[in-house]
């Protein structure tokens, strides 16, 4: 299994930016995807997670601001960032699990990324 995830970079505030993860050696149609974020120092972080269906769920502080979406036949999750603030910086993780139910919680994840860079400045 592998997860690419791209479209990393450096933003200001207010601006936004468009993330991709492209997943390869896998049902992508039988996997829940995640996103998650970390700063150093700090515990991995949930973000954004999408089912086979479409159904979503985000954390709090991103809701109404960052969209999850998916595409089955390219096997590419995305995630849409709006209105970014400095605190969203962070290397940004794709994640994949297989089966089970819709969720936020990494520890339920088998399959990670590398992470891409995202910087925002004020």
């Known amino acids: 299994v592998q997860l690419v995830e791209s479209g990393g970079g450096l933003v200001q505030a207010g601006g936004s930016l468009r993330l991709s993860c492209a997943a390869s050696?896998?049902?992508?149609?039988?996997?829940?995807m995640g996103w998650f974020r970390q700063t150093p120092g700090k515990e991995r972080e949930s973000v954004a997670a999408?089912?086979?269906?479409?159904?979503?769920a985000y954390t709090n502080s991103v809701k109404g601001r960052f969209t999850i979406s998916r595409d089955n036949a390219k096997a590419t999750v995305y995630l849409q960032m709006n209105s970014l603030k400095p605190e969203d910086t962070a290397v940004y993780y794709c994640?994949?699990?297989?089966?089970?139910?819709?969720?936020?919680?990494?520890?339920?994840?088998?399959?990670w990324g590398r992470g891409t860079q995202v910087t925002v400045s004020s």
């Open positions: 994640a994949a699990a297989l089966r089970g139910s819709l969720t936020l919680d990494p520890s339920l994840y088998n399959n």
């Open positions: 050696g896998l049902m992508f149609s039988s996997y829940v």
């Open positions: 999408i089912n086979w269906g479409g159904s979503t």
